[in-house]
């Protein structure tokens, strides 16, 4: 089937590209969160004559998803879940737990904007993409683990780790920076010549 986009949809175009999909994926999700129009003539013309509406639309959800994106910015979730002593979960965390878990957080999310690959089956601690629009993304920090006190040594252990990292980048960049204050060439002031001596005398 081939549709008109409404706003930019990832892997398939922008606003105003005419794309071909697939009829359910047109009819239960495009067409349902009004993302896209069939193609028809008068679907063309009805696009055209309202494109300078959609823009205004998008660029509307485009701020108020940006403005919760600072909001979310630092967000940490946890998750408690069994698990066994390797680590591994019995079952696993999925989309909707994510996302359930960032409603109980204050922020009015869907499952589909939870990107990830597949659920996750042990404990830890993941960063999760979430697309709360097709131009604006925020990461959200996600806790597996067996109890509150579990979550927290794993934070904390997280915590440390990063600043190990940091200290050893900062001893690298050190010498860098060193080393190429010493190689800038020294700019030294032209001599005055004996003529320019003499006349200011």
């Known amino acids: 089937m081939e549709i008109i986009l409404l706003e930019r949809i990832d892997r398939l175009g922008q606003m105003g590209d ?12 495009l067409f349902p969160q009004h993302k896209a129009l069939r193609k028809t003539a008068d679907n ?9 509406e959609y823009e ?28 066994a002593e390797t680590g591994q979960l019995y079952g696993s965390v999925t989309g909707r737990d994510i996302c359930d878990a960032i409603a109980e957080a204050g922020f009015k999310i869907q499952r589909r904007q939870v990107k ?9 601690m993941f960063d999760v993409a979430i697309a709360l629009h097709p131009d604006v ?6 806790v597996i683990a067996r109890s509150e006190a579990e979550a927290k040594k794993v934070k904390e252990k997280k915590t440390k780790a990063v ?11 050190e010498p860098k920076a060193e080393a190429e204050k010493a190689e800038e060439p020294k700019t030294e002031k032209p001599k005055a010549t004996k003529a320019k001596k003499a006349k200011a005398e």
């Open 18 to 29: 005419v794309v071909k999909v697939k009829n359910g994926y047109a009819r239960n999700y």
């Open 44 to 52: 063309m013309k009805l696009f055209e004559s309202k494109r300078k």
């Open 56 to 83: 205004a639309i998008n660029a509307k959800l485009k701020s108020e998803a940006e403005e919760m994106a600072k909001k979310m910015a630092g967000l940490s979730v946890t998750i408690i879940r069994q698990a």
């Open 116 to 124: 990830i690959n597949e659920a996750f089956k042990v404990m830890g």
């Open 137 to 142: 993304e925020q990461n959200v920090r996600v």
């Open 163 to 173: 600043k190990a990292e940091n200290a050893e980048a900062a001893k690298v960049e």
